[in-house]
Protein backbone atom coordinates (compact mmCIF):
# COMPACT_ATOMS: atom_id res chain seq x y z
CA UNK A 1 0.00 0.00 0.00
CA UNK A 2 3.40 2.06 0.19
CA UNK A 3 2.54 3.28 -3.44
CA UNK A 4 -0.71 4.17 -3.21
CA UNK A 5 -0.16 6.45 -0.19
CA UNK A 6 2.90 8.52 -1.66
CA UNK A 7 0.84 9.02 -4.76
CA UNK A 8 -2.12 10.18 -2.86
CA UNK A 9 -0.40 12.90 -1.22
CA UNK A 10 1.73 13.82 -4.08
CA UNK A 11 -2.06 14.29 -6.22
CA UNK A 12 -3.37 15.72 -3.10
CA UNK A 13 -0.47 18.12 -3.20
CA UNK A 14 -0.70 18.70 -6.94
CA UNK A 15 -3.88 20.89 -6.28
CA UNK A 16 -1.63 23.54 -4.60
CA UNK A 17 0.24 23.48 -7.84
CA UNK A 18 -2.32 24.58 -10.02
CA UNK A 19 -0.86 27.18 -12.81
CA UNK A 20 -3.00 30.06 -13.65
CA UNK A 21 -5.13 28.94 -17.12
CA UNK A 22 -6.01 32.48 -18.05
CA UNK A 23 -3.16 32.83 -20.54
CA UNK A 24 -1.07 30.13 -21.76
CA UNK A 25 2.71 30.51 -21.62
CA UNK A 26 2.06 33.37 -19.31
CA UNK A 27 3.71 32.16 -16.39
CA UNK A 28 3.55 35.03 -13.96
CA UNK A 29 3.17 34.61 -10.50
CA UNK A 30 0.10 32.66 -9.31
CA UNK A 31 -1.28 33.36 -5.96
CA UNK A 32 -2.27 29.64 -6.12
CA UNK A 33 0.96 28.44 -6.76
CA UNK A 34 4.11 27.67 -4.62
CA UNK A 35 6.57 29.42 -4.81
CA UNK A 36 10.62 29.03 -4.68
CA UNK A 37 10.39 30.02 -0.91
CA UNK A 38 7.64 28.16 0.12
CA UNK A 39 8.58 25.05 -1.91
CA UNK A 40 11.31 22.00 -1.43
CA UNK A 41 13.01 20.21 -4.19
CA UNK A 42 11.55 16.93 -3.52
CA UNK A 43 7.88 18.52 -3.63
CA UNK A 44 8.59 19.67 -6.56
CA UNK A 45 10.58 16.41 -8.48
CA UNK A 46 7.71 14.56 -7.26
CA UNK A 47 4.83 16.19 -8.95
CA UNK A 48 6.78 16.17 -11.80
CA UNK A 49 6.73 12.61 -11.87
CA UNK A 50 3.12 12.11 -11.57
CA UNK A 51 2.28 14.71 -13.88
CA UNK A 52 4.97 13.34 -16.51
CA UNK A 53 3.45 9.61 -15.76
CA UNK A 54 -0.23 11.32 -17.27
CA UNK A 55 1.52 12.83 -20.02
CA UNK A 56 3.23 10.28 -21.01
CA UNK A 57 -0.26 8.21 -20.85
CA UNK A 58 -1.94 11.12 -23.17
CA UNK A 59 0.46 11.35 -25.52
CA UNK A 60 0.93 7.52 -26.37
CA UNK A 61 -2.23 6.56 -26.15
CA UNK A 62 -3.19 9.06 -29.00
CA UNK A 63 -0.08 8.00 -30.95
CA UNK A 64 -1.07 4.32 -30.81
CA UNK A 65 -4.98 5.28 -31.89
CA UNK A 66 -3.24 6.35 -34.94
CA UNK A 67 -1.34 3.34 -35.63
CA UNK A 68 -3.88 1.02 -34.49
CA UNK A 69 -1.99 -0.10 -31.56
CA UNK A 70 -5.14 1.50 -30.03
CA UNK A 71 -8.70 1.79 -31.56
CA UNK A 72 -8.63 5.03 -33.33
CA UNK A 73 -12.58 7.09 -33.46
CA UNK A 74 -12.97 9.34 -36.09
CA UNK A 75 -13.45 8.56 -39.91
CA UNK A 76 -11.87 12.41 -40.51
CA UNK A 77 -8.29 12.17 -39.73
CA UNK A 78 -8.39 15.95 -39.74
CA UNK A 79 -11.44 15.97 -37.44
CA UNK A 80 -10.40 13.47 -34.87
CA UNK A 81 -8.41 15.80 -32.58
CA UNK A 82 -9.36 19.40 -32.92
CA UNK A 83 -6.90 22.24 -31.72
CA UNK A 84 -8.49 22.42 -28.63
CA UNK A 85 -7.86 18.82 -27.85
CA UNK A 86 -4.43 19.68 -26.90
CA UNK A 87 -4.59 22.13 -24.82
CA UNK A 88 -4.30 19.97 -21.66
CA UNK A 89 -0.77 18.29 -22.87
CA UNK A 90 0.28 21.97 -24.10
CA UNK A 91 -0.80 23.41 -20.76
CA UNK A 92 0.88 20.36 -18.46
CA UNK A 93 3.88 20.27 -20.70
CA UNK A 94 4.83 24.08 -20.00
CA UNK A 95 2.66 25.43 -17.15
CA UNK A 96 2.84 22.25 -15.33
CA UNK A 97 6.04 20.12 -15.89
CA UNK A 98 8.69 21.94 -17.08
CA UNK A 99 7.92 25.20 -14.95
CA UNK A 100 7.93 23.20 -12.13
CA UNK A 101 11.26 21.97 -13.24
CA UNK A 102 12.59 25.50 -13.76
CA UNK A 103 11.62 26.47 -9.90
CA UNK A 104 12.87 23.17 -8.90
CA UNK A 105 16.49 24.03 -10.02
CA UNK A 106 16.32 26.94 -8.72
CA UNK A 107 16.63 25.22 -5.20
CA UNK A 108 18.62 22.04 -6.27
CA UNK A 109 21.39 24.63 -7.44
CA UNK A 110 21.10 26.03 -3.79
CA UNK A 111 21.44 22.62 -2.02
CA UNK A 112 23.40 20.65 -4.64
CA UNK A 113 21.23 18.05 -5.27
CA UNK A 114 22.49 17.19 -8.46
CA UNK A 115 19.94 13.83 -8.58
CA UNK A 116 16.89 16.11 -8.30
CA UNK A 117 18.02 18.27 -11.30
CA UNK A 118 19.13 15.11 -13.15
CA UNK A 119 15.51 13.42 -13.43
CA UNK A 120 13.98 16.94 -14.43
CA UNK A 121 16.18 17.19 -17.13
CA UNK A 122 15.60 13.49 -18.54
CA UNK A 123 11.84 14.04 -17.77
CA UNK A 124 11.90 17.52 -19.59
CA UNK A 125 14.09 16.09 -22.81
CA UNK A 126 12.01 13.29 -23.49
CA UNK A 127 9.02 16.12 -22.93
CA UNK A 128 10.57 18.07 -25.44
CA UNK A 129 11.26 15.87 -27.98
CA UNK A 130 7.66 14.33 -28.05
CA UNK A 131 6.42 18.02 -28.57
CA UNK A 132 8.57 18.33 -31.54
CA UNK A 133 7.32 14.68 -32.83
CA UNK A 134 3.28 15.98 -32.63
CA UNK A 135 3.84 19.75 -33.18
CA UNK A 136 6.93 20.43 -35.13
CA UNK A 137 8.49 23.52 -34.24
CA UNK A 138 7.77 25.05 -30.36
CA UNK A 139 9.29 27.69 -28.68
CA UNK A 140 12.14 26.73 -25.99
CA UNK A 141 14.39 29.40 -25.82
CA UNK A 142 11.71 31.84 -25.32
CA UNK A 143 9.66 29.84 -23.26
CA UNK A 144 9.00 30.13 -19.59
CA UNK A 145 10.07 33.52 -19.06
CA UNK A 146 6.58 34.63 -17.40
CA UNK A 147 5.99 38.52 -18.04
CA UNK A 148 9.34 39.05 -19.96
CA UNK A 149 7.98 37.34 -23.02
CA UNK A 150 4.10 36.50 -23.41
CA UNK A 151 4.80 35.46 -26.88
CA UNK A 152 7.24 33.15 -27.07
CA UNK A 153 8.41 32.45 -30.56
CA UNK A 154 8.76 28.35 -31.74
CA UNK A 155 12.30 27.27 -31.92
CA UNK A 156 13.14 24.82 -35.19
CA UNK A 157 12.38 21.24 -34.12
CA UNK A 158 16.07 20.39 -35.06
CA UNK A 159 17.18 22.99 -32.10
CA UNK A 160 14.99 21.72 -29.53
CA UNK A 161 16.10 18.10 -30.35
CA UNK A 162 20.03 19.52 -30.10
CA UNK A 163 18.96 21.17 -26.72
CA UNK A 164 17.56 17.91 -25.67
CA UNK A 165 20.49 16.04 -26.37
CA UNK A 166 22.86 18.83 -24.27
CA UNK A 167 20.09 18.37 -21.63
CA UNK A 168 20.70 14.64 -21.60
CA UNK A 169 24.19 14.64 -21.26
CA UNK A 170 24.25 17.21 -18.82
CA UNK A 171 21.34 14.75 -16.51
CA UNK A 172 24.20 11.80 -16.91
CA UNK A 173 26.85 14.72 -15.30
CA UNK A 174 24.53 15.64 -12.53
CA UNK A 175 23.66 11.52 -12.14
CA UNK A 176 27.53 11.02 -11.64
CA UNK A 177 27.92 13.98 -9.25
CA UNK A 178 27.16 12.00 -6.32
CA UNK A 179 24.51 13.95 -5.19
CA UNK A 180 21.36 13.54 -2.39
CA UNK A 181 18.71 11.29 -3.57
CA UNK A 182 15.18 12.22 -3.45
CA UNK A 183 12.84 10.74 -1.00
CA UNK A 184 10.59 9.44 -3.62
CA UNK A 185 11.79 8.17 -6.98
CA UNK A 186 8.49 6.26 -8.80
CA UNK A 187 11.26 5.14 -11.35
CA UNK A 188 14.41 3.52 -10.14
CA UNK A 189 14.49 4.29 -6.65
CA UNK A 190 17.14 6.60 -6.81
CA UNK A 191 19.42 4.25 -8.29
CA UNK A 192 21.10 7.10 -10.61
CA UNK A 193 23.32 4.18 -12.85
CA UNK A 194 19.63 3.47 -14.32
CA UNK A 195 18.83 6.92 -15.01
CA UNK A 196 22.08 7.15 -16.71
CA UNK A 197 20.83 4.33 -18.62
CA UNK A 198 17.58 5.80 -18.99
CA UNK A 199 19.13 9.05 -20.38
CA UNK A 200 21.18 7.31 -22.84
CA UNK A 201 18.64 5.03 -24.18
CA UNK A 202 16.51 8.43 -24.94
CA UNK A 203 19.40 9.52 -26.67
CA UNK A 204 19.48 6.47 -28.37
CA UNK A 205 16.01 6.95 -29.24
CA UNK A 206 16.50 10.55 -30.75
CA UNK A 207 19.10 9.66 -32.81
CA UNK A 208 16.79 6.50 -33.99
CA UNK A 209 14.01 8.87 -35.04
CA UNK A 210 16.45 11.38 -36.87
CA UNK A 211 18.42 8.72 -38.67
CA UNK A 212 22.00 9.15 -37.13
CA UNK A 213 23.00 5.44 -37.33
CA UNK A 214 26.82 6.48 -35.99
CA UNK A 215 25.77 8.56 -33.43
CA UNK A 216 23.23 5.67 -32.13
CA UNK A 217 25.71 2.54 -32.32
CA UNK A 218 28.62 4.70 -30.77
CA UNK A 219 26.46 4.73 -27.06
CA UNK A 220 26.34 1.60 -25.18
CA UNK A 221 25.24 2.31 -21.45
CA UNK A 222 21.34 1.94 -22.03
CA UNK A 223 18.34 0.11 -20.95
CA UNK A 224 18.96 -3.57 -21.89
CA UNK A 225 17.43 -5.88 -19.70
CA UNK A 226 14.18 -5.38 -18.10
CA UNK A 227 15.19 -4.84 -14.67
CA UNK A 228 16.55 -1.08 -16.63
CA UNK A 229 12.95 -0.46 -17.86
CA UNK A 230 11.90 3.10 -17.46
CA UNK A 231 8.52 3.09 -16.64
CA UNK A 232 5.94 4.85 -13.79
CA UNK A 233 4.07 2.65 -11.27
CA UNK A 234 0.60 3.22 -10.75
CA UNK A 235 -0.95 2.33 -7.61
CA UNK A 236 -4.62 0.36 -6.83
CA UNK A 237 -6.10 3.34 -4.84
CA UNK A 238 -9.37 4.08 -6.22
CA UNK A 239 -10.34 7.51 -4.36
CA UNK A 240 -9.26 10.45 -2.85
CA UNK A 241 -7.34 10.04 -5.09
CA UNK A 242 -7.35 7.83 -7.86
CA UNK A 243 -3.92 6.49 -8.47
CA UNK A 244 -4.47 3.59 -11.03
CA UNK A 245 -3.44 2.99 -14.01
CA UNK A 246 -5.46 5.46 -16.68
CA UNK A 247 -6.65 2.51 -18.81
CA UNK A 248 -7.56 0.56 -15.80
CA UNK A 249 -10.41 3.54 -14.91
CA UNK A 250 -11.48 3.34 -18.63
CA UNK A 251 -12.02 -0.31 -18.42
CA UNK A 252 -13.09 -1.50 -14.91
CA UNK A 253 -16.16 0.81 -14.36
CA UNK A 254 -19.71 0.23 -12.78
CA UNK A 255 -21.06 0.57 -16.44
CA UNK A 256 -18.44 -1.79 -17.59
CA UNK A 257 -15.60 -1.05 -20.42
CA UNK A 258 -15.29 2.41 -21.46
CA UNK A 259 -12.62 2.07 -24.91
CA UNK A 260 -12.54 -0.59 -27.44
CA UNK A 261 -9.62 -2.60 -28.44
CA UNK A 262 -7.98 -2.13 -31.86
CA UNK A 263 -9.12 -5.24 -33.91
CA UNK A 264 -5.94 -4.67 -36.35
CA UNK A 265 -4.02 -5.46 -33.17
CA UNK A 266 -5.63 -8.15 -31.66
CA UNK A 267 -6.12 -9.95 -35.13
CA UNK A 268 -2.38 -9.41 -36.13
CA UNK A 269 -1.83 -11.57 -32.08
CA UNK A 270 -4.59 -13.92 -33.17
CA UNK A 271 -3.26 -14.96 -36.69
CA UNK A 272 0.59 -14.75 -34.59
CA UNK A 273 3.15 -17.21 -35.94
CA UNK A 274 3.12 -21.01 -36.96
CA UNK A 275 -0.62 -20.48 -36.77
CA UNK A 276 -0.01 -20.05 -33.06
CA UNK A 277 -1.68 -17.40 -30.94
CA UNK A 278 0.39 -14.67 -29.07
CA UNK A 279 1.33 -15.73 -25.75
CA UNK A 280 1.05 -12.00 -25.11
CA UNK A 281 -2.65 -12.08 -25.59
CA UNK A 282 -3.53 -13.26 -22.53
CA UNK A 283 -1.96 -10.57 -20.76
CA UNK A 284 -2.80 -7.56 -22.90
CA UNK A 285 -6.39 -8.37 -23.34
CA UNK A 286 -9.08 -9.79 -20.99
CA UNK A 287 -12.69 -11.60 -22.82
CA UNK A 288 -15.64 -10.70 -20.81
CA UNK A 289 -18.02 -13.48 -23.03
CA UNK A 290 -16.68 -16.16 -25.45
CA UNK A 291 -17.91 -15.34 -27.80
CA UNK A 292 -18.67 -12.44 -30.57
CA UNK A 293 -22.11 -12.01 -32.27
CA UNK A 294 -21.63 -12.92 -36.22
CA UNK A 295 -18.14 -14.38 -36.30
CA UNK A 296 -16.22 -17.98 -35.35
CA UNK A 297 -20.43 -19.36 -35.72
CA UNK A 298 -21.91 -17.16 -32.70
CA UNK A 299 -25.27 -15.86 -33.76
CA UNK A 300 -25.14 -11.94 -34.91
CA UNK A 301 -26.97 -9.43 -32.45
CA UNK A 302 -28.20 -6.39 -34.15
CA UNK A 303 -28.64 -4.60 -30.80
CA UNK A 304 -24.67 -5.16 -29.22
CA UNK A 305 -22.76 -5.39 -32.53
CA UNK A 306 -24.44 -4.55 -35.35
CA UNK A 307 -21.92 -4.65 -37.75
CA UNK A 308 -21.54 -8.30 -37.29
CA UNK A 309 -24.36 -8.15 -39.76
CA UNK A 310 -23.00 -6.29 -42.31
CA UNK A 311 -20.70 -6.85 -45.33
CA UNK A 312 -17.67 -5.07 -44.93
CA UNK A 313 -16.80 -2.25 -46.98
CA UNK A 314 -15.35 -2.69 -50.94
CA UNK A 315 -12.18 -1.48 -49.61
CA UNK A 316 -11.92 -3.48 -46.57
CA UNK A 317 -12.83 -6.61 -49.01
CA UNK A 318 -10.45 -5.72 -51.65
CA UNK A 319 -7.05 -5.58 -49.06
CA UNK A 320 -8.50 -8.60 -47.23
CA UNK A 321 -9.16 -6.28 -43.81
CA UNK A 322 -10.25 -7.80 -40.85
CA UNK A 323 -13.49 -6.18 -40.38
CA UNK A 324 -15.88 -5.30 -37.05
CA UNK A 325 -14.74 -8.29 -34.75
CA UNK A 326 -12.87 -11.37 -34.65
CA UNK A 327 -13.77 -14.81 -33.00
CA UNK A 328 -13.62 -16.45 -30.20
CA UNK A 329 -14.85 -13.68 -27.85
CA UNK A 330 -12.32 -10.48 -29.12
CA UNK A 331 -14.77 -7.93 -29.08
CA UNK A 332 -13.30 -4.49 -30.09
CA UNK A 333 -13.73 -1.93 -33.44
CA UNK A 334 -11.78 -0.62 -36.42
CA UNK A 335 -9.64 1.63 -37.35
CA UNK A 336 -11.85 5.18 -37.34
CA UNK A 337 -14.82 3.72 -36.31
CA UNK A 338 -17.33 6.13 -34.49
CA UNK A 339 -20.26 4.71 -34.38
CA UNK A 340 -22.79 5.37 -31.26
CA UNK A 341 -22.18 3.10 -28.38
CA UNK A 342 -24.49 -0.10 -27.85
CA UNK A 343 -25.30 -1.66 -24.58
CA UNK A 344 -21.83 -3.80 -24.65
CA UNK A 345 -19.88 -2.04 -21.65
CA UNK A 346 -20.07 -6.04 -19.94
CA UNK A 347 -19.31 -7.54 -23.64
CA UNK A 348 -16.05 -5.97 -25.39
CA UNK A 349 -12.92 -6.80 -24.69
CA UNK A 350 -10.82 -4.73 -22.28
CA UNK A 351 -7.56 -3.93 -20.98
CA UNK A 352 -5.83 -6.95 -19.17
CA UNK A 353 -2.97 -7.30 -16.74
CA UNK A 354 -0.82 -5.65 -18.65
CA UNK A 355 0.36 -2.61 -18.73
CA UNK A 356 -3.05 -1.68 -16.87
CA UNK A 357 -3.07 -4.19 -14.23
CA UNK A 358 -6.29 -5.26 -15.00
CA UNK A 359 -7.45 -9.14 -15.37
CA UNK A 360 -5.93 -12.06 -16.44
CA UNK A 361 -7.54 -13.85 -19.81
CA UNK A 362 -7.81 -17.25 -18.04
CA UNK A 363 -11.19 -18.03 -20.25
CA UNK A 364 -13.22 -17.17 -16.93
CA UNK A 365 -15.44 -15.07 -19.22
CA UNK A 366 -16.80 -12.77 -16.77
CA UNK A 367 -18.49 -9.28 -17.17
CA UNK A 368 -15.21 -7.12 -15.00
CA UNK A 369 -16.09 -4.28 -12.70
CA UNK A 370 -14.37 -1.76 -10.32
CA UNK A 371 -11.64 -3.30 -7.92
CA UNK A 372 -11.50 -6.46 -10.83
CA UNK A 373 -7.86 -8.18 -11.80
CA UNK A 374 -4.65 -6.09 -10.33
CA UNK A 375 -6.76 -3.31 -9.44
CA UNK A 376 -5.16 -0.98 -11.74
CA UNK A 377 -1.22 -1.03 -10.29
CA UNK A 378 0.09 -1.08 -13.80
CA UNK A 379 3.00 0.59 -15.46
CA UNK A 380 3.10 3.40 -17.75
CA UNK A 381 6.25 2.36 -20.26
CA UNK A 382 8.62 4.90 -21.44
CA UNK A 383 11.79 3.19 -22.99
CA UNK A 384 11.96 -0.37 -22.44
CA UNK A 385 14.59 -3.17 -23.01
CA UNK A 386 12.65 -4.49 -26.08
CA UNK A 387 11.90 -1.10 -27.74
CA UNK A 388 15.95 -0.79 -27.25
CA UNK A 389 16.29 -4.67 -29.64
CA UNK A 390 13.93 -3.26 -32.27
CA UNK A 391 15.57 0.07 -32.66
CA UNK A 392 19.05 -1.63 -32.77
CA UNK A 393 17.50 -3.74 -35.61
CA UNK A 394 16.56 -1.03 -37.70
CA UNK A 395 19.54 0.57 -37.02
CA UNK A 396 21.82 -2.20 -37.27
CA UNK A 397 20.48 -3.90 -40.59
CA UNK A 398 22.66 -7.03 -40.49
CA UNK A 399 21.65 -7.63 -36.91
CA UNK A 400 17.96 -7.13 -37.45
CA UNK A 401 17.18 -10.68 -37.19
CA UNK A 402 19.11 -11.37 -33.63
CA UNK A 403 17.80 -7.84 -32.42
CA UNK A 404 14.39 -8.53 -33.36
CA UNK A 405 13.89 -12.11 -32.10
CA UNK A 406 15.57 -10.60 -28.93
CA UNK A 407 13.09 -7.75 -28.70
CA UNK A 408 9.88 -10.29 -29.37
CA UNK A 409 11.42 -12.39 -25.98
CA UNK A 410 12.12 -9.72 -24.10
CA UNK A 411 8.62 -8.65 -24.84
CA UNK A 412 6.85 -11.50 -23.88
CA UNK A 413 8.71 -11.81 -20.65
CA UNK A 414 7.54 -8.39 -20.13
CA UNK A 415 3.97 -8.94 -20.20
CA UNK A 416 4.11 -11.50 -17.62
CA UNK A 417 5.86 -9.41 -15.51
CA UNK A 418 2.75 -7.56 -13.46
CA UNK A 419 0.96 -10.91 -12.94
CA UNK A 420 -1.42 -13.30 -14.29
CA UNK A 421 -0.77 -17.48 -15.05
CA UNK A 422 3.12 -17.53 -15.30
CA UNK A 423 4.89 -18.23 -18.73
CA UNK A 424 7.40 -21.06 -18.52
CA UNK A 425 10.34 -20.37 -20.19
CA UNK A 426 9.43 -23.27 -22.83
CA UNK A 427 6.26 -20.97 -24.37
CA UNK A 428 8.29 -18.12 -24.80
CA UNK A 429 11.50 -19.87 -26.41
CA UNK A 430 9.05 -21.76 -29.07
CA UNK A 431 7.00 -18.91 -29.87
CA UNK A 432 10.29 -16.88 -30.61
CA UNK A 433 11.40 -20.05 -32.34
CA UNK A 434 7.76 -19.87 -34.48
CA UNK A 435 8.95 -15.83 -35.29
CA UNK A 436 12.20 -16.78 -36.92
CA UNK A 437 11.07 -19.88 -38.35
CA UNK A 438 8.56 -17.03 -40.31
CA UNK A 439 11.04 -14.56 -40.76
CA UNK A 440 13.80 -17.06 -42.00
CA UNK A 441 11.05 -17.32 -45.13
CA UNK A 442 10.09 -14.42 -45.56
CA UNK A 443 10.94 -12.10 -48.67
CA UNK A 444 12.72 -9.01 -47.49
CA UNK A 445 10.32 -6.74 -47.30
CA UNK A 446 7.86 -9.25 -44.99
CA UNK A 447 10.63 -9.37 -42.97
CA UNK A 448 10.35 -5.53 -42.41
CA UNK A 449 7.03 -6.37 -41.70
CA UNK A 450 7.28 -8.76 -39.08
CA UNK A 451 9.75 -6.26 -37.43
CA UNK A 452 7.72 -3.59 -37.21
CA UNK A 453 4.46 -5.39 -36.49
CA UNK A 454 6.53 -6.92 -33.21
CA UNK A 455 7.97 -3.74 -32.70
CA UNK A 456 3.93 -2.28 -32.54
CA UNK A 457 2.94 -5.23 -30.20
CA UNK A 458 6.06 -4.88 -27.79
CA UNK A 459 4.67 -1.20 -27.26
CA UNK A 460 1.66 -2.02 -26.06
CA UNK A 461 0.65 0.98 -23.56
CA UNK A 462 3.02 3.67 -25.23
CA UNK A 463 2.89 4.19 -28.98
CA UNK A 464 4.77 7.22 -29.28
CA UNK A 465 7.69 5.60 -31.22
CA UNK A 466 5.10 3.75 -32.97
CA UNK A 467 3.92 7.11 -34.49
CA UNK A 468 7.30 8.12 -35.32
CA UNK A 469 8.58 5.01 -36.86
CA UNK A 470 5.47 4.83 -39.41
CA UNK A 471 5.92 8.41 -40.25
CA UNK A 472 9.57 7.32 -40.88
CA UNK A 473 9.30 4.57 -43.05
CA UNK A 474 5.40 3.62 -43.53
CA UNK A 475 5.84 0.45 -41.83
CA UNK A 476 4.42 -2.31 -41.40
CA UNK A 477 2.57 -2.20 -44.40
CA UNK A 478 -0.37 -4.23 -43.39
CA UNK A 479 -2.42 -2.03 -41.11
CA UNK A 480 -5.92 -2.16 -41.43
CA UNK A 481 -7.21 0.34 -43.70
CA UNK A 482 -9.68 3.53 -41.89
CA UNK A 483 -13.39 2.34 -42.22
CA UNK A 484 -13.80 5.77 -44.26
CA UNK A 485 -12.63 4.80 -47.48
CA UNK A 486 -11.39 9.08 -47.92
CA UNK A 487 -10.33 9.97 -43.97
CA UNK A 488 -8.05 12.64 -45.85
CA UNK A 489 -4.78 13.19 -45.13
CA UNK A 490 -2.85 11.15 -42.50
CA UNK A 491 -1.49 12.98 -39.66
CA UNK A 492 2.22 14.19 -39.93
CA UNK A 493 2.10 16.54 -37.29
CA UNK A 494 -1.03 17.26 -35.40
CA UNK A 495 -2.88 21.53 -35.12
CA UNK A 496 -1.40 23.45 -32.83
CA UNK A 497 -3.13 23.01 -29.74
CA UNK A 498 -5.93 26.29 -29.61
CA UNK A 499 -4.38 27.73 -26.11
CA UNK A 500 -1.05 28.46 -27.71
CA UNK A 501 -2.73 29.48 -31.17
CA UNK A 502 -5.08 31.99 -29.58
CA UNK A 503 -3.01 33.86 -27.19
CA UNK A 504 0.53 34.42 -29.26
CA UNK A 505 0.60 36.62 -32.31
CA UNK A 506 3.79 35.01 -33.39
CA UNK A 507 2.43 31.65 -34.49
CA UNK A 508 0.27 30.99 -37.07
CA UNK A 509 -2.42 27.72 -36.62
CA UNK A 510 -1.38 24.83 -39.94
CA UNK A 511 -4.39 24.72 -42.60
CA UNK A 512 -4.06 21.12 -42.85
CA UNK A 513 -1.74 17.50 -41.39
CA UNK A 514 0.29 17.42 -44.03
CA UNK A 515 3.08 19.02 -42.84
CA UNK A 516 6.06 16.77 -41.11
CA UNK A 517 8.32 16.68 -38.29
CA UNK A 518 12.18 18.00 -39.26
CA UNK A 519 13.11 14.52 -39.33
CA UNK A 520 10.59 12.74 -41.93
CA UNK A 521 11.63 14.93 -45.34
CA UNK A 522 12.16 11.69 -46.58
CA UNK A 523 9.30 9.31 -45.36
CA UNK A 524 6.49 8.07 -47.55
CA UNK A 525 3.63 10.09 -48.41
CA UNK A 526 0.78 7.45 -48.71
CA UNK A 527 0.29 6.53 -45.10
CA UNK A 528 -3.30 5.47 -44.43
Not at 28 to 51: G, H, R
Not at 111 to 129: D, E, R, S
Not at 155 to 181: H, Q, R, W
Not at 254 to 265: A, D, E, F, P
Amino acid sequence: MKINKIIAVIMIGLVSFTSCETMELELIDNPNALSPAQADATFFINSVQVDFAFWVNTMGSRSAALTRINQLSGRNYAQVWAPSSFDGVWRNAYQGMMEDIRLMNILADEAGLTTHKGMGQVLKAYTLITLVDHFGNVPYTEALLGADNLAPIADNGDTVYAAALEMLDSAITNFSAGGPKPSVDFFYSGDTAKWIKAANSIKKKIHYTTGNASAFSAITDYIKTEADDFQFQWGSNEVQPDTRHPSYRSSYTSTGGGTYMSNWLMNTMAVGHGSTKDPRMAYYFYRQVSATPGFGGAAANEETLECGLQTAPFHYLASNETFCGLSDGYWGRDHGNSDGIPPDGFLRTLHGVYPAAGAFDDRSFKGKVNGDGLGGKGITPVMLSSWMDFMNAYMNPSDMKASTLAGVKKSIEKADSLGGTPLDAATVTDYVALVETDYDAASAAEKANIWAQQYWISMWGNGIDAYNTYRKTGLPTNLQQNIEPEPGTFPQLMYYPANYTNTNANVTQRNDLSERPFWNTNGPSNLK
